[in-house]
């Protein structure tokens, strides 16, 4: 069964993949409509930086992300010079690299969003005298929030299973940065098998739940099939 030590693991999963979540619909749904809208030159290696945790391991992305947050990094410089000290093995640490390692899996899904919704609707709505800001959220969000419950689900689920980004640069820290992924690997290491099946378990269910539902919700779509 779960220990108390499992439950706060739990707890302090849920939190951290919600506050992620949450930052990345803010920080994504701007970016994710400038690439969807723009013709710059930039676009192309701004998708590419964007898809780069796609395919880059996790550790390699910790340990830059563990340097530059660092006492001798650029953000670690920033975030000292401003009292707040550094953010390696800090639960606000754990909160920028999920965010950073979950970006595609949220610019992805509104970028898509953003591109079905069209030039049409937009033309529309400014025959209408609709401005920019007033089209954008009384016209675009509207018809792109299926894309917007696609990339919360998916952030969500996604921070949900970190390990090795969570590892390099929270450690192992109860109640403070021990995600239930660094739990189980305790449990494995400690030849506690019997804990480690619960919570493995319990994220293989909470996976399967998550893409079911996520499936579902796509075929009762107009339009998917």
């Known amino acids: 069964m779960l220990d108390a030590t499992d439950l706060a693991a739990i707890r302090l999963t849920l939190e951290l993949s ?10 994504c749904t701007p970016l994710a409509w400038w690439l ?23 550790t390699v992305l910790g340990f830059y992300l563990l340097v530059a947050m660092g006492p001798e990094g650029p953000i670690g410089r920033f975030t000292t010079a401003l009292g707040l ?5 800090t639960f606000a640490g754990l909160v920028v690299g999920s965010v950073i390692y979950s970006l595609p899996f949220v610019v992805q899904p509104l970028r898509q969003a953003f591109e079905a919704v069209g ?8 025959t209408l005298r609709a ?7 009384s016209v675009v969000l ?9 990339a919360a689900v998916l952030g969500f689920a996604h921070t949900v299973g970190e390990f090795g ?3 390099m640069i929270g450690g192992n820290i109860p109640e403070r940065t021990r995600v239930v992924s660094v739990q189980i690997y305790d449990h494995v290491e400690a030849l506690e098998y019997a804990q480690a099946h619960w ?27």
């Open 142 to 150: 509207p018809l792109a929030r299926p894309g917007f419950v696609t």
């Open 119 to 126: 030039r049409r609707p937009l033309e529309a709505a400014a």
């Open 131 to 137: 401005g920019p800001w007033d089209s954008f959220f």
């Open 18 to 27: 919600a506050l992620s979540t949450a930052i990345l619909l803010l920080l």
């Open 199 to 225: 919570l493995a378990g319990g994220m293989v269910a909470f996976a399967f739940i998550v893409l079911l539902l996520l499936y579902s919700s796509r075929r009762l779509r107009p339009g998917w099939s």
């Open 165 to 167: 980004v969570v590892l």
């Open 36 to 58: 969807a809208t723009t013709p710059s030159r930039w676009k192309a290696p701004i998708d590419a930086v964007v898809a780069l945790p796609l395919v880059l391991p996790p």
């Open 85 to 89: 000290g550094t953010l390696p093995f």
